[in-house]
């Protein structure tokens, strides 16, 4: 499934239209749902940038035939890869262009336990 998701990636990147800030867009697909720590992740096929993080993702839901929101963004999935340097091998994080993203009814219960409708 075709997603999007919202951001003000690399130190507040974003248009600016008539004095307000809209935030860029990128493209990523659902790719699978897994369980972690007892939490349901999304996890998503796309390249996630810092200042993603807690912006909404959104998908097509053919029974509404509207767009709806299904997770909030929480960061990438980090790969371990290894670079050679002289006769140095040096192991860093890298981004697998894997997002993970909580479910969207976690954002409710947080709405809910805070009385915030």
Do not use: W
Not at 23 to 32: E, H, N, Q, R, T
Not at 41 to 67: C, I, Q, R, T, W
């Amino acid at each position: 499934m075709e997603s999007y998701f919202f951001g003000f990636p690399l130190g507040n990147l974003g248009t600016e239209v008539f004095g307000i800030k809209f935030p860029l867009i990128k493209k990523a697909i659902v790719s699978g749902f897994v369980q972690h720590d007892g939490i349901e992740l999304l996890l998503l096929d796309g390249h996630n940038n810092l200042g993603f993080s807690g912006g909404p993702v959104v998908a097509y839901d053919e029974a509404s035939k509207a767009m709806r929101m299904v997770g909030v963004i929480s960061g990438y999935l980090p790969e371990p890869i290894d670079i050679k340097h002289k006769n140095e091998t040096l192991s860093v994080m890298e981004n697998s262009g894997i997002i993970m993203c909580y479910a969207t009814r976690y954002v409710a219960d947080i709405f809910r336990k805070n009385n915030l409708h």
